[in-house]
């Protein structure tokens, strides 16, 4: 199927951006990576993975994922930059 890579140095980072535990974010960023390998796609599903990654964060107990982030401005200042040149091009 795949692999799933997790930098801890930027699972600690983000967790701390944001809020939460760095164990809490690993858990996140594995089930999203899980559901990339079980070959969802938020880039282009309609928002199937993210409805999917949702109820599944609610079962277990977990914050805002990646796809939430990603829509409420949970980005750092050089993401936000990043999608800002690309809006641009």
Not at 1 to 18: K, T
Not at 67 to 85: D, F, L, M
């Given at each position: 199927?795949?692999?799933?890579?997790?930098?801890?140095?930027?699972?600690?980072?983000?967790?701390?951006?944001?809020g939460h535990s760095?164990?809490?974010?690993?858990?996140?960023?594995?089930?999203?990576?899980?559901?990339?390998?079980?070959?969802?796609?938020?880039?282009?599903?309609?928002?199937k993975m993210a409805?999917?990654?949702?109820?599944?964060?609610?079962?277990?107990?977990?914050?805002?994922?990646?796809?939430?982030?990603?829509?409420?401005?949970?980005?750092?200042?050089?993401?936000?930059?990043?999608?800002?040149?690309?809006?641009?091009?």
């Open positions: 199927m795949g692999d799933i890579a997790i930098s801890a140095d930027m699972a600690v980072s983000n967790a701390s951006r944001i760095a164990a809490e974010e690993v858990k996140i960023l594995t089930l999203h990576g899980i559901l990339h390998l079980a070959g969802f796609d938020h880039e282009d599903d309609d928002g409805r999917k990654e949702a109820a599944l964060r609610r079962r277990l107990g977990l914050p805002d994922g990646l796809i939430e982030r990603a829509h409420s401005g949970h980005r750092s200042p050089a993401k936000k930059r990043a999608v800002a040149t690309r809006s641009m091009a």
